[in-house]
């Protein structure tokens, strides 16, 4: 970690976002336990420093253990001034190496919290990211990361961590779904573009990134979600006259390309000027054959916004997002 200018050290904002609780909950512990900076600037403002940092991580480490709060507070204040080497369990997933980048840094705080169950610190996390850095730089840097360490842990304690990865995964969809309703469509007359899953297939979390997504870009969404009937998908292909479709598929056994093709091949409009709409076949599902006339296989979620907003004929769109 880098002190802030003159040494000073960081603020308690951004030591909330490292550690994965709410500014308030430092400045609790800061109160009630003694666990606040040793200098503070100006006397007034909370800067902290690495040794700081040190016994407020070990804090955290205790609390999601289980050790309550002012025995944990005690404990840590004891602590040596350095972070101890990685517990095995449960921090395992947000002790991993941290990626390069300053979103992405953060995915360990988030982390963290889903393991304390500390749902109003994963709202106010996961909401700061998207307004301060978008809806698809905060899934590629922060929500993905935190889903996938989390999942490490669920998969190799034999499933002892389900209600975290569901809880960070619920916090998520929220905040996902929250983007992808705000923003000016900037193409109100245009057809839009149908987000569904094949019909087999249950993860919709990644449609609803490029749900916000295309929201962030002004473009028409409509989000059908999970498991999607081929007959329902027909039926809102011939009714809504799309721009495009994203099928969504997470593993092979999921891919349904009859399905892909056969909606590729749909056309509506005025006799003579019939049209059909561009297939994106979106998920790592669709890999291994060549995708079929009418059908693009994006090879991830800024591709697939970029080739969304050139059907639109919205090159400062795709420019925007390379």
Known sequence: MTE???GAGITTGALARRLGVSPTTVRSWDRRYGIGPAVRADGRHRRWTPRDVA???EMCRLTAAGVPPAEAARTALGAPPEPAAP???PEEP??????????RAGHRGLARAAVRLDGPALEALLSEAVAEHGPVTAWEELMMPALHAVGRSWESSGDRYVEVEHLLSWHVSTALRRAAVTGRVRHPGAGPVLLACAPAEQHTLPLEALAAGLAERGLPVRMFGAAVPAEALDAAVRRTGPAA????????????????RHVAATGFGLRGARTAPLVLLAGPGWAGRTP?????RPTGLREALDLLSRRYGDEDGARAGA
């Open 292 to 296: 079929a006339p009418g059908t693009v």
């Open 94 to 103: 947000v002790r991993a190496p941290v990626p390069p980048g300053e979103v």
């Open 55 to 57: 016994v407020l991580e």
């Open 4 to 6: 802030g200018a003159g």
């Open 87 to 89: 517990p095995e369990e």
């Open 245 to 260: 479709v994203a099928l969504w598929a997470q593993a092979r056994s999921t891919a349904d390309h009859a399905l892909a």
